[in-house]
C-alpha cells in the first residue's frame, strides 16, 4: 500500500475526528480517542515497510498535515472554550497572555512549600 493510500484513510478519520468534536459527549470523546488510535495504525503500517515517495504521496502527505492542523486548532479552540467557561464561572480575569485566571483552590493556596 502507498503512502498516498494510508495518508487518505488516515485524513478520512481525522474528518471524523474534526466533525465529532461538534458533539458534546462522552461518546464523542470515546470516538475520538479511538479515531486517533486507528490513525497512528494507519501510519505504522507504511512505516514498517515504507517505499519511495512519488509526487502523489507527497501531494497526500501535504493534504494530511492540513488535516491535522485543523484538528489540532478545532482541539485548541475547544480547550479554550472550556478554559473560558471556567473563567466565567470564576469570574476572576485573564493573565497578562490572555489565558483565564482561575482562583487557586484553598488546599493549594493553604500550602507552603
Not at 517505499?51 to 491535522?68: I, N, Y
Amino acid at each position: 500500500m502507498k503512502l498516498a493510500e494510508h495518508c487518505q484513510e488516515a485524513e478520512g478519520r481525522l474528518r471524523r475526528i474534526d466533525a465529532s468534536f461538534l458533539e458534546f459527549s462522552p461518546e464523542a470523546i470515546q470516538l475520538c480517542q479511538d479515531e486517533i488510535i486507528k490513525v497512528l495504525e494507519v501510519l505504522l503500517r507504511w512505516k514498517v515497510a515504507p517505499e519511495p515517495l512519488d509526487d502523489q504521496d507527497r501531494s497526500a502527505l501535504a493534504s494530511f498535515r492540513k488535516a491535522v492542523a485543523e484538528v489540532q486548532a478545532r482541539a485548541v479552540q475547544g480547550v479554550n472554550l472550556c478554559f473560558g467557561w471556567c473563567q466565567l464561572r470564576q469570574a476572576t480575569g485573564y493573565t497578562s497572555q490572555g489565558r483565564p485566571q482561575l482562583v487557586p483552590a484553598e488546599s493549594s493556596a493553604s500550602y507552603r512549600g
